[in-house]
């Protein structure tokens, strides 16, 4: 079955960067679109960000765009995103699924920015 393992969150001050991993098994990862989500304290599932099969085509929600960027390496079907200029309003759980809606997330890694 899907199995995702979502790591690399942690505490940021404010400006600061993180780069969030997810270690993809029991299916092709090369085949399918893969999704960023995330949920804030007291608030339902957000997409951030996703990818196409190869990579080439990224799009990320307006509230990160030019802050985050997401990637792929299929070879190791591994996801990731790299978030820069971090805000308090980007504290929440952040998933890797496989459609917007967070589809056979895992457990979420935390990601806390405060000041």
């Known amino acids: 079955q899907i199995q995702l393992v979502e790591s690399g969150g942690g505490l940021v001050q404010p400006g600061g960067s993180l780069r969030l991993s997810c270690a993809a098994s029991g299916f092709t990862f090369s085949s399918e679109w893969m999704y960023w989500v995330r949920q804030a304290p007291g608030k339902g599932l957000e997409w951030v960000s996703y990818i196409s099969t190869g990579g080439k085509t990224t799009v990320y929600a307006d509230s990160v765009k030019g802050r985050f960027t997401i990637s792929r390496d299929n070879a190791k079907n591994m996801l990731y995103l790299q978030m820069s200029s971090l805000k308090s309003e980007d504290t929440a759980v952040y998933y890797c699924?496989?459609?917007?809606?967070?589809?056979?997330r895992g457990q979420g890694t935390q990601v806390t920015v405060f000041s």
């Open positions: 699924a496989i459609d917007p809606q967070g589809q056979g």
